[in-house]
């Protein structure tokens, strides 16, 4: 169903489950496009008019519905960041290159997509970029197994990064940018933690700008909620001060409280 036509018959459905917005990133050398969405979990009797025929009899072969819903909100997140007001949302088709980084099949434009609970979240982006995204949940449980993958500097940051951050919700922050990170080169943890270590964290209210230790070239922008923390790692050469703050503000905007 073409995405507009979607947008009529299903607007409260969008309205309640979908968050989107288009970003122009200014960079010294040029602009770049991004496409973000934000999406809730769909409840179980909603639309699946996005879903190809092929994607709906994957779905309903799921016997476990924590499986069903991760499936759901990575494909609904992903068709509605890569959808244009006149592409067919059940056309558009999310597959995975060798290193399960996921591709829009037939598009140049590239993708990274995330997920955890009861929300997901998609960027489609400029070829010329790079780009790395992560959501993860706060849980104090998850601290002790973070902290063996946290250096010492990296622990010494929650002192110098501005207003003081309890501990899990500082670590969960380390963590998404470490694995947004690993979606820019496209391994995921299959190499060495320490590769992705942080070197400095400056926070600002309920948000964060985080530089790497070897991946220089790079920034992760992460928003604070109490419940859990968005990343999004991106090269620093394509925001100027005042697109990476635009960019800070819109994600602020976006994702829910």
Known sequence: MQYTAFAR????????????????????EGSYGL??????LPPEDGPL????????????????????????LGKLAAKMAAAGEED?????????????????????RRITITH?????????????LMAGVDIELVDE????GIR???????????????????????LTLLWTAKE??????????TVPTELFEVKSCSRSGRGAISQFKNFTQFKAISVLREEYVFTIVLPAKAMTDSSEALLLQSLQELLPD
């Open 9 to 28: 018959q299903y607007e409260q459905f969008l309205s309640e489950t979908v968050r989107r917005c288009h970003l122009e990133l200014e960079g010294p």
């Open 148 to 170: 063996r993958i946290t250096s010492k500097q990296e622990e010494e940051l929650i002192k110098e990064s501005g207003p003081l951050l309890a501990l899990p919700n500082f």
């Open 116 to 128: 955890c609970d009861g929300l997901g979240a998609a960027v489609d982006y400029d070829p010329r």
């Open 180 to 189: 947004a990170m690993s979606k820019v080169i496209q391994t995921g943890f």
């Open 88 to 108: 067919d949302l059940a056309g558009i088709q999310i597959e995975h290159g060798i290193l399960c980084q996921p591709i829009v099949s037939g598009s140049t």
């Open 35 to 40: 496409k973000l969405s934000v999406v809730s």
């Open 49 to 72: 008019d996005y879903l190809s025929a092929a994607e709906k009899e994957q779905y309903f072969g799921f016997q476990y519905p924590r499986r069903r819903n991760s499936y759901l």
């Open 141 to 144: 449980k998850a601290v002790e």
